[in-house]
């Protein structure tokens, strides 16, 4: 009886083995190859390019984190209002700051009382309008100044418009109630400005080299899923699907820009994740992609919620959704 009993097990466990080495085989066999070698080739052509700039990038934030006091902002803000939007603007020049780090910096602004118009424009346009992003932009295009003009013109208008709509009808009562200065609502390397205050020289170079590290591997994490899922659409998704949702004007802005949303890519290499897709979706969707995604995405909403009023972020987020939507979709009818 024992020996049967054996027997009997030792049959079953050959059947599962025969299973599961013939599902195996037929699954190995089903694979094409030939789109894992694209995937792979797509994925590593966008992280290596990337890689360069986004390394700037965190280097060039950390520095102006431990090195650059708020407080000059404040102390350099135009009382004219059309003046302040354009300095609001054109800060990153001198100021390129990573999207991550953006809304602890604004929060700090306001509650210092900088105004509302002037702090929701330096939120949304600095990350875009600097020379780094400008650069990857045109690298990334392969040297096609179109495609940064419309960028940095689009980022523009949308940062400066959102900015007056929000400023017309929010004050310092955008902030959570009980919300102060110092805390820090999200980590992403940005660490509180007035603490690296009193470090001295040598300490602030440390520290600068920590918040840089911690910001690479933080917003490393988003570009690879970034990368990944630019390199899964553009090999799942068949070109007959594909191609018509891109050349849709409409459409394709609605789809790269929940794209953007969803991918969180930092701003310093998003443009490298839109070049991928220029074969196949148009160019106002590329811009609504490379727009959208700095000002509005899923990490900076937590952030944001965790910063201002609810209503106030889905105000700024449906502002800037409209605007950004709307002049992607002029460049498409141009």
């Known amino acids: 009886m024992l020996v049967a009993l054996f027997s009997s097990l030792f049959y079953r466990r050959g059947t599962a083995l025969d299973d599961l080495f013939f599902f195996t085989s037929?699954?190995?066999?089903?694979?094409d190859w030939s789109k894992l070698i694209n995937f792979k080739i797509i994925l590593f052509s966008i992280l290596i390019e990337a890689f360069p700039f986004i390394l700037l990038s965190v280097l060039l934030s950390?520095?102006?984190?431990?090195?650059?006091?708020e407080d000059i902002l404040?102390?350099?803000?135009?009382?004219?209002?059309?003046?302040?939007l354009f300095l609001a603007s054109g800060i990153g020049i001198f100021f390129?700051?990573?999207?991550?780090?953006?809304?602890?910096?604004v929060r700090r602004l306001i509650a210092k009382g900088v105004p509302l118009?002037?702090?929701?424009?330096f939120m949304l346009a600095v990350p875009i309008i600097n020379p780094v992003v400008g650069a990857a932009t045109g690298f990334a295009f392969n040297g096609n100044s179109t495609v940064v003009i419309y960028r940095l013109a689009a980022a523009f208008f949308t940062a400066c418009l959102t900015g007056i709509?929000?400023?017309?009808?929010?004050?310092?009562?955008?902030?959570?109630?009980?919300?102060?200065?110092s805390d820090n609502p999200g980590h992403c390397g940005c660490h509180s400005l007035p603490a690296s205050r009193r470090l001295s020289i040598t300490g602030k170079l440390i520290q600068t080299l920590r918040d840089a590290g911690d910001e690479f591997f933080e917003m490393g994490k988003y570009l690879l899923l970034g990368a990944m899922l630019s390199a899964l659409f553009q090999i799942l998704l068949p070109r007959e699907v594909l191609l018509p949702l891109g050349s849709h004007p409409l459409f394709s802005i609605a789809f790269m820009m929940l794209f953007a949303f969803g991918s969180s890519v930092c701003s310093s290499a998003d443009a490298f994740i839109a070049a991928s897709f220029s074969n196949s979706f148009s160019l106002g969707s590329l811009i609504a992609f490379m727009v959208f995604g700095p000002m509005i995405d899923a990490k900076n909403l937590l952030m944001l919620l965790h910063a201002f009023r609810p209503r106030f972020?889905?105000?700024?987020?449906?502002?800037?959704a409209v605007l950004c939507a709307g002049l992607s979709y002029l460049i498409n009818i141009l």
Request: positive net charge; contains cysteine; charged residues 10%.
């Open 313 to 320: 972020v889905v105000t700024l987020t449906a502002v800037a």
């Open 26 to 31: 037929y699954y190995l066999h089903s694979i």
């Open 62 to 69: 950390a520095l102006i984190n431990n090195f650059v006091s």
């Open 74 to 84: 404040q102390r350099f803000t135009p009382k004219n209002k059309l003046l302040g």
């Open 165 to 181: 709509l929000l400023g017309s009808f929010w004050g310092r009562n955008a902030l959570r109630q009980g919300d102060h200065a």
């Open 96 to 105: 390129p700051v990573c999207d991550c780090g953006m809304v602890p910096i």
């Open 117 to 121: 118009y002037f702090a929701v424009t």
